[in-house]
């Protein structure tokens, strides 16, 4: 005889399980009010007639070509990459450069996000910083760095004498990756030309690179960021060399705190390459 005990059903999770699951899957904001019933969405338009064929013999006119043509696609990575380089060396300020991301599409991440994140802070600063990508803060505001890590990086720049009336702030990324993962190494490539157009306008004396993700694509470095933080690197714009550093992203100093001595160690040389420019005041 089996005497085995007979197994009990798990109870069903709980609504603030269930949330709690969502939240770490990475679904932490609702677009929508109610679930949307997709097969009868009225936004989605009908399918287009069937033209019908022509003879054998009689050549297809172009507008029946276009007409059973499919919607336009994204372009293909490498095509966006062109795109995007042609695209940003034409801008001659950054509000059109602004203007321009507002209008560009070859990047599949602005039709995901909410809004582009393009800078905060004063662009005649001489001091830029760079992160990685907007987080869902940022994402709802339009503003980089106004979340937890936001927070974060105005006590650090206030403990060298800055805020943003004296620093520059964006992201290589300007729109927000579904769910806070991290960009491809396609969309960042798309991004790049935009951020190295951003950097050559603003034209600082300092640019810091806040993470791995921006001091690989901004500065090139193969290294993860505790092999690189607080080194200076040369930035060339093509026009001139800019003084550049890497340091900690404050959203990983919030996961990993220890770090901030070492973040603190970085900031002090930031602010002696600035008081060596008369910008900052002595720390």
Known sequence: MNTSPTPTAEPPPTVRELLAFYLEAGVDCALLDEPPNRLHDPEIAPPPAAVPSPPANHPVPPSAVMARAPATAAPAPDVAIVSARDAARTAPTLEALRALLETFDGCALKQTATRLVFADGNP?????????????????????????SGKLLDRMIGAIGLD???????????????????????????????????IELVDPDVLVCLGKPSS???????????????RWHNYDTGKRTIRAMATFHPAYLLRQPIHKRLAWQDLRAISKALNAVGIAPAT
């Open 124 to 148: 005649q600063a001489r001091i830029m910083f760079v992160g990685e990508a907007p987080g869902r803060d940022e994402d709802l505001e339009g503003i980089p760095f106004i979340g937890r």
């Open 164 to 198: 943003r009336t004296t620093a520059y702030i964006t992201n290589v990324i300007p729109w927000r990756p579904p769910g806070n993962r991290d960009p491809s190494p396609q969309e960042t490539q798309i991004c790049l030309p935009f951020i190295k157009r951003q």
């Open 216 to 230: 690989q694509a901004v500065l090139e470095l193969k290294d993860g960021i505790m092999r690189t933080r607080g």
